[in-house]
C-alpha cells in the first residue's frame, strides 16, 4: 500500500514538472523556460558532490544520469520555443500582409 501511494507522489510530480515546464517554455520570456533546467542541474551538483572518494569515471556517470531530468527538461523548453517563435513568425507576417 505504501508502495503505490509512494508511486502516486512520484508520478504527480513528475507530470506536474513536465506541465510546469511547458506553461514556462511558452511564456514571451525566454529565462522562464530555463528556470527548472538550472534548478536540476544544480541538484546534479550536488549529488555529484555527495559521492565519497569518488573516480573520474563514477563522477562522470553520476554527473550524466543525475542530468538526464535535465536534458528532458531541455528538450521540452526547445520544443515549444521553437513553436512559439514559429507562430510569433506567422502573426508578424499576417500584420505585414494587412498594411
Given at each position: 500500500?505504501?508502495?503505490?501511494?509512494?508511486?502516486?507522489?512520484?508520478?504527480?510530480?513528475?507530470?506536474?514538472?513536465v506541465?510546469?515546464?511547458?506553461?514556462?517554455s511558452?511564456?514571451?520570456?525566454?529565462?522562464?523556460?530555463?528556470?527548472?533546467p538550472?534548478?536540476s542541474?544544480?541538484?546534479?551538483?550536488?549529488?555529484?558532490?555527495?559521492?565519497l572518494?569518488p573516480?573520474?569515471?563514477?563522477?562522470?556517470?553520476?554527473?550524466?544520469?543525475?542530468?538526464?531530468?535535465?536534458?528532458?527538461?531541455?528538450?521540452?523548453?526547445?520544443?515549444?520555443?521553437?513553436?512559439?517563435?514559429?507562430?510569433?513568425?506567422?502573426?508578424?507576417?499576417?500584420?505585414?500582409?494587412?498594411?
Amino acid at each position: 500500500m505504501e508502495e503505490l501511494i509512494l508511486l502516486t507522489i512520484v508520478l504527480v510530480v513528475i507530470v506536474g514538472t513536465v506541465l510546469l515546464q511547458i506553461f514556462l517554455s511558452k511564456k514571451e520570456n525566454k529565462s522562464f523556460g530555463l528556470i527548472l533546467p538550472m534548478i536540476s542541474v544544480f541538484f546534479s551538483i550536488i549529488v555529484v558532490l555527495n559521492l565519497l572518494s569518488p573516480t573520474f569515471a563514477e563522477v562522470l556517470v553520476t554527473f550524466l544520469l543525475a542530468n538526464i531530468p535535465t536534458a528532458v527538461l531541455m528538450a521540452i523548453y526547445y520544443a515549444f520555443r521553437s513553436k512559439w517563435k514559429k507562430n510569433k513568425q506567422i502573426e508578424k507576417m499576417n500584420i505585414q500582409d494587412l498594411d
